[in-house]
């Protein structure tokens, strides 16, 4: 064992994901992974986040035996990867760049072919199974359509479909609400939740900090390759201050206040002006505005997000292209 091995956290029972040293260069040069030890607890909803380039999709290729890495290991379901890929991918629904679909076939017909070409899948309970998996998803009333006449949202809810039509121990989505409308989003959220519900662990990635907020119960950062933090969701954003914020017609003035009371990192957006809170009582801060003659709406200390605990954490704005 060398050092730096040695020096790695030992894999936690019962994880589902265990990666450690995970890295990958590809071939042109590109460091994309960079020495990754990540672990994903058994049951949880745990979100892999990072801005676009991040690395999240060359990690899941990883996990899923698709590419190899440069270094490091990778277990799921306990067994190393992409070695043990036979019998560990069967326990696992994937979703990765979009769902491979036949746009000429129905969204059912869709199924019925993908599940045909599972040589575990039993033919006599195929219809169930498409039909328990499509209404899962929302798509019963659409099964008679062309998947070419689909949405993106309604393909991406076909594609997962195909991946609900076994039972699985782990699912991986990579972005699986990237381009759906507000609807779309909130069924496969309350999906996702669902699944979770029936003992599942669901591995997905976004790089919507809200939408991680909303249903995963353990979150990953990265950036630029390499793992910022990870652990329980209320955790990570527990390890972030808050945000003092001040509504104010007055927001100059109020601005020159918090900067006088010491207040960092102060901004100033429409009728509010937010601050890292000082390290002294607020009330003196409040009482310090008020004497300025600044007219206080409303004062308080906003909840810490978990986009704050990313930007104090890397010192970068979070960036939500696409
Ligand atoms: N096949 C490849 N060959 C060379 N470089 C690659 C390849 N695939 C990805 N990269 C690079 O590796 C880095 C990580 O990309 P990756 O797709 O894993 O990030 P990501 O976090 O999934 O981003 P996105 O959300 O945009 O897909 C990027 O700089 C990307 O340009």
Same mark, same amino acid.
């Given at each position: 064992? *060398? @050092?730096?091995?040695?020096?790695?956290?030992?894999?936690?029972?019962?994880?589902?994901?265990?990666?450690?040293?995970?890295?990958?260069?590809?071939?042109?040069?590109?460091?994309?992974?960079?020495?990754?030890? %990540?672990?994903?607890?058994?049951?949880?909803?745990?979100?892999? %986040?990072?801005?676009?380039? =991040?690395?999240?999709?060359?990690?899941?290729?990883?996990?899923?035996?698709?590419?190899?890495?440069?270094?490091?290991?990778?277990?799921?379901?306990?067994?190393?990867?992409?070695?043990?890929?036979?019998?560990?991918?069967?326990?696992?629904?994937?979703?990765?760049?979009?769902?491979?679909?036949?746009?000429?076939?129905?969204?059912?017909?869709?199924?019925?072919?993908? *599940?045909?070409?599972?040589?575990?899948?039993?033919?006599?309970?195929?219809?169930?199974?498409?039909?328990?998996?499509?209404?899962?998803?929302?798509?019963?009333?659409?099964?008679?359509?062309?998947?070419?006449?689909?949405?993106?949202?309604?393909?991406?809810?076909?594609?997962?479909?195909?991946?609900?039509?076994?039972?699985?121990?782990?699912?991986?989505?990579?972005?699986?609400?990237?381009?759906?409308?507000?609807?779309?989003?909130?069924?496969?959220?309350?999906?996702?939740?669902? %699944?979770? =519900?029936?003992?599942?662990?669901?591995?997905?990635?976004?790089?919507?900090?809200?939408?991680?907020?909303?249903?995963?119960?353990?979150?990953?950062?990265?950036?630029?390759?390499?793992?910022?933090?990870?652990?329980?969701?209320?955790?990570?954003?527990?390890?972030?201050?808050?945000?003092?914020?001040?509504?104010?017609?007055?927001?100059?003035?109020? @601005?020159?206040?918090?900067?006088?009371?010491? @207040? @960092?990192?102060?901004?100033?957006?429409?009728?509010?002006?937010?601050?890292?809170?000082?390290?002294?009582?607020?009330?003196?801060?409040?009482?310090?505005?008020?004497?300025?003659?600044?007219?206080?709406?409303?004062?308080?200390?906003?909840?810490?997000?978990?986009?704050?605990?990313?930007?104090?954490?890397?010192?970068?704005?979070?960036?939500?292209?696409?």
């Amino acid at each position: 064992m *060398d @050092a730096a091995s040695a020096a790695r956290p030992p894999e936690p029972e019962g994880a589902v994901i265990a990666t450690r040293g995970l890295t990958k260069r590809y071939r042109g040069g590109q460091l994309a992974v960079d020495g990754l030890d %990540l672990t994903v607890p058994a049951g949880s909803v745990f979100g892999f %986040l990072g801005p676009n380039g =991040s690395g999240k999709t060359t990690t899941i290729r990883m996990l899923m035996g698709l590419i190899t890495p440069t270094s490091g290991t990778a277990r799921v379901l306990g067994s190393p990867m992409p070695g043990a890929g036979r019998t560990v991918l069967p326990h696992v629904g994937a979703l990765i760049e979009g769902p491979a679909l036949y746009g000429h076939l129905h969204g059912r017909d869709n199924l019925l072919r993908y *599940d045909a070409a599972d040589p575990t899948a039993d033919p006599r309970t195929r219809r169930a199974r498409v039909g328990a998996a499509l209404d899962r998803v929302g798509l019963t009333a659409a099964a008679g359509k062309k998947a070419k006449a689909y949405s993106l949202g309604m393909k991406q809810r076909l594609g997962i479909a195909c991946a609900l039509l076994q039972p699985r121990r782990l699912l991986v989505l990579d972005e699986p609400t990237n381009g759906l409308d507000p609807q779309g989003m909130r069924e496969i959220r309350s999906l996702v939740r669902e %699944l979770a =519900s029936d003992g599942t662990t669901v591995f997905l990635s976004s790089h919507l900090l809200d939408e991680i907020e909303q249903v995963c119960t353990h979150a990953a950062v990265m950036a630029r390759g390499r793992l910022v933090t990870q652990g329980a969701v209320a955790d990570l954003a527990a390890g972030a201050r808050g945000r003092l914020t001040v509504t104010t017609p007055d927001t100059a003035e109020a @601005a020159g206040v918090l900067k006088d009371q010491g @207040a @960092a990192d102060v901004v100033t957006d429409g009728d509010q002006v937010t601050a890292e809170p000082p390290a002294r009582d607020l009330a003196e801060v409040n009482a310090a505005l008020v004497a300025a003659g600044v007219r206080v709406r409303g004062f308080g200390v906003r909840r810490a997000s978990l986009e704050d605990a990313f930007v104090a954490l890397t010192g970068e704005g979070f960036d939500v292209a696409g």
